[in-house]
């Protein structure tokens, strides 16, 4: 009996033993979650901060201002780049990137064993890269990304089976991969390394298994599939039920907004444009600027004018003033009324920044234009151009099909004729029209700082890419890219890596 009971006190003195390290594994449970908890008002936060509708998300974060997270930085920082981004208020820069300094410095205090102390300071890097790279300020924004690809990468050898930490590590991946061979070694150098499939993958992984951050990794893709990869009619379609099924997502929405455009379905985005939206989004003047985009692709210049000056008038910010003022010009110049259109010409060269390309484009134009003022052949070509650019195929066609080369004087009105014309045809499915013409484009830009030669190049690569022919789409990508100096090469450039990196080259 004693010796029972003798065997037995070392085995209840374990059992206390044990139950006080769990006890204190409790405590630091709870206290990990405290530092990282994800709370239900959070959520909703991130929900309304992710719609644009920023002051709700905000009003949400203040309910729980007495608990402190990372996740509530997190969010500040979230709805803090996306305001700026919209308004490019310069008065309230300093202050984001004093506020941002903060948020990693406190997220960084945190509790060290979680993924998420990582993966916050990443995201709080990315929006602070985002915002400095929107003000002009490449190399700082750079700093920001290249820390925050070491973070991620860093936490994904910590964590490997950490899901969300996949959703901007994926993004950043792709973004690397498709960096232009001749800045490959810069990369490397800094450690940096992408593929494309990689991060398609992970960005794959967290819409189907994180419920959090699935709808943002899925605007990620498409918005990838638009702006860096080639997006096809199939992941168009997704893209249109994935917004229609967030009707009252404006961020969404936007992206929508700009890809339709981009590929040639104006009309598409008319209609989205068109949506009566209740109060309490962030304003965004940009909305009525590309309406009038889509105005003028139509010629409906007039109507397109009063969104152009709205947004000029509204917008605190410095980027597109360049082109909303050069197509300004347009709409009085392409409805010849030139005396109207010229001071819009000159306010080019005056006012607003060269940080996006519309308005470094929008610059160069000016410059040419004014050193040689162009015959009358040149408003064919732009009416061709823009009506193009919006799918309006049959009208574009009208304009050019019973021109020539030989009708056009200088060789830059001759390069554009031959890509606006192939564009034209590749757009209505008819490549063996197309790629004659493009490669005739290709020959008369040779040595010229155009950028229809690198377009036609890119186009051409597309067009071979899809016929399944990759040494041929090797040849015209790695021809886009050989342009120089051209006022589109960093997004041909990037365009042409992509595609030679998804095929393995």
Partial sequence: MSENILLQKPIRFGRIILNFILFFILISYNSFSADFELTPQMQKAYSEI??????SGRNLLLADKNQPNGFRAYLESYADMIELLASENPNDYDEFIDQQSDRLSFISSLDKSSPYNKLLQAEVRLHSAFVKLKFGHEIKGAGDIIKAYKLLEANAKQFPNFISNQKSLGLLHILIGSTPENYLWVAHILGLRGNINQGLTEL??????????????????????????????????????FIESHPDNLLFQFFGITTYIKEGKSEEALDLLELKRKPGYVPLPVLEYLKSDILLQKGQY????????YYINNH????????ANYKLFLCYWLNNEDTKAMPYLQKVEEVGETIVESDKSALKYSKNYLAKKPGPQSKILMKARLACDGGYYDQALSFLGNLTEAQFESLSDKAEFNYRKGRIYQRMDDSLKA????ERAINLSSGQNWSFGANAALQTGYIFQQKGDRMKAKYFFEKAISFKKHEYKNSVDNKAKAALNEMGF
């Fill in 316 to 323: 605190k910010g410095l980027n597109f003033i360049k082109d």
């Fill in 302 to 309: 007039h109507q397109a004018v009063t969104g152009y000056l």
């Fill in 50 to 55: 992710l719609k644009m509708r920023i002051y």
């Fill in 204 to 241: 794959q992984n967290v819409i189907q298994k994180d419920p959090f951050f699935r709808d943002e990794a899925q605007m990620i893709d498409y918005v990838v599939h638009s702006y860096i990869l080639k997006i096809n009619e199939k992941q168009l379609a997704g893209f249109k039920n």
């Fill in 435 to 438: 790629v004659p013409l493009f």
